[in-house]
């Protein structure tokens, strides 16, 4: 089983549509869960970290349920620019990061 | 501003021939990545190293090798071994402690003459 999982998607969505990202992880002595932002051809870039309580960053909100061991992302009010792969990544303890393969999505005028 | 530095940004390698990748980073981070990712696929780890002088093998470490000499640099060799080496390279770091994310370079794209 692998550490991280998310659905590949493609999610093809209209222009101010709220989308949501969901994405599991198998070890449950993670640690610190974040979402990161790759656009074509670019590196990763850091969006949010994902904290127990849930956090919102303007339109992006992530939530984590250590219980299921799940992981969301909530966009609201997309944009054309919002269109990217987004990553849902692990951190456990020895410091090693675990990636998913990453949901494409595509915000459609 | 402080960052990593990947360098070059495209690379070119011929049948037989090591080459070095270059990753310096200025955050005073402890801990060194190096990924690969392939078209359409996740980042995979090739090494990782936490301190100065000590590295570990990641997933697909071999036909690779790295060296840890100063805190800021660790530099990625492709080796002839590796005989698919066409990918993207990605160079990452992060604080030890503490939970902190990682912090990626802009990448290095190496294809195959």
């Known amino acids: 089983r692998k550490e991280v999982e998310q659905d590949p998607g493609p999610f093809n969505v209209p222009e101010g549509a709220t989308v949501a990202f969901n994405c599991t992880y198998s070890n449950s002595a993670s640690q610190s869960f974040f979402w990161y932002r790759q656009d074509c051809r670019k590196e990763p870039k850091l969006l949010m970290s994902v904290y127990s309580s849930g956090n919102e960053d303007g339109r992006f909100t992530a939530q984590l349920n250590r219980a299921s061991q799940y992981i969301s992302l909530l966009i609201r009010d997309s944009k054309l620019s919002d269109s990217a792969t987004y990553l849902c990544?692990?951190?456990?303890?020895?410091?090693?990061?675990?990636f998913g393969t990453g949901t494409s999505l595509t915000v459609i005028p | 501003d402080g960052g990593i530095t990947q360098s070059p940004k495209y690379l070119f390698r011929k049948e037989g021939q090591n080459v070095t990748l270059s990753c310096e980073q200025n955050l005073n981070h402890d801990a060194m990545y190096w990924y690969r990712q392939d078209p359409g696929q996740g980042l995979r780890l090739i090494y990782y190293?936490?301190?100065?002088?000590?590295?570990q093998k990641g997933d697909i470490a071999e036909g690779y090798s790295v060296s840890r000499e100063k805190k800021e640099s660790f530099p990625l060799t492709v080796t002839s071994a590796q005989k698919n080496p066409t990918a993207f390279y990605l160079c990452?770091?992060?604080?030890?402690?503490?939970?902190?994310?990682?912090?990626f370079g802009d990448g290095t794209r190496l294809s195959i003459l």
């Open positions: 990452a770091s992060s604080i030890v402690t503490g939970g902190q994310p990682q912090h």
């Open positions: 990544v692990v951190r456990r303890t020895g410091n090693q990061f675990y």
């Open positions: 190293s936490q301190i100065v002088n000590d590295f």
